[in-house]
């Protein structure tokens, strides 16, 4: 069985003016699609083969096998973060469980975009849940992900320069401003009632 690239949930321009079919055509196209195909060349015919993507992450220990794997994995997770009608605020259960972690949608935003910004290197930002339902911020490096942290992954934001230099350059404010106009909380929602 060998790993595909998911199709992109929109067309390659549809996230513009926020993020061009040039960052889309490159971090979708080629880094995405690398990942994929490397992924498929380290586990063809091995103990990974035939394996989730899920089970290569709780497995593989830290390597490649690991590093292609959970790059997918959060790169699948991210194109469905984003949606040309995306951006306002979360409703529902999610819309609560952020005002009880950070006070309110906007300390939540903050918290977010702080641990961007900070990030030192490369990596990924993300909103996770506990077993409790109560939700944080946290920021990993390189590949790693809340699957490896035993919490549930609602929200993630690249923190590559891959995912935002075409634009923006070193301006990961600038980037921020157009993530928050892109996060499609109807996603992130459901990925709070249903994981
Ligand atoms: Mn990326």
Redesign the pocket.
């Known amino acids: 069985m060998a790993y595909e690239l998911p199709p992109l949930p929109y067309a390659r321009e549809a996230l513009e003016p926020h993020l061009s079919a040039e960052t889309i055509d490159y971090?979708y196209g080629k880094?995405?699609q690398k990942y994929v195909t490397k992924l498929n060349q380290l586990t063809e015919g091995g103990e990974h083969a035939d394996k989730t993507l899920e089970q290569i992450i709780a497995d593989a220990g830290s390597g490649p096998v690991f590093n292609n794997a959970a790059?997918v994995w959060?790169?699948n997770f991210?194109w469905n973060c984003l949606s040309p009608e995306g951006g306002g605020a979360p409703e529902g259960p999610l819309a609560a469980a952020i005002e009880a972690g950070f006070g309110s949608l906007e300390g939540f935003q903050d918290e977010f975009t702080q641990a961007v910004v900070d990030l030192f290197g490369v990596g990924w930002v993300w909103l996770v849940k506990d077993g409790e339902g109560m939700v944080s911020v946290i920021a990993t490096k390189d590949a790693v992900n809340p699957l490896t942290h035993g919490r549930v992954a609602l929200l993630t934001c690249?923190v590559?320069e891959?995912?935002f230099y075409i634009d923006y350059r070193n301006d990961k404010a600038a980037y921020m401003d157009a993530f928050w106009k892109l996060v499609n909380w109807r996603f992130v929602e459901e990925r709070y009632t249903t994981t």
């Open positions: 971090h880094h995405h790059q959060n790169h991210y690249d590559w891959h995912a």
